[in-house]
């Protein structure tokens, strides 16, 4: 997979993702990607939530996964 390949494939995991974080206020930005790490921004209300790093992991992080498998990590960038 290019790099071209994996940023446009981690968007549309993000798009899956956004309307979720947007219904409680939030978003989700991508800022990154290095080698196999997802880099990206919690937005609004998903910043300071106290979860956040739950739907880092299960719904970010694993939905991202199934877009580009080779991806092992997903870190929020405050």
Not at 12 to 18: D, F, G, V, Y
């Amino acid at each position: 997979m290019t790099a071209q390949e994996t940023t446009q494939n981690v968007e549309k995991a993000l798009s899956e993702i956004r309307p979720f974080l947007e219904s409680d206020g939030g978003n989700i930005k991508l800022l990154s990607i290095e080698d196999t790490t997802v880099k990206v921004q919690l937005e609004g209300a998903c910043s300071g939530c106290s979860v956040n790093q739950m739907t880092l992991k299960n719904g970010v992080e694993a939905t991202i996964k199934k877009y580009a498998p080779h991806i092992q990590e997903v870190i929020n960038v405050e």
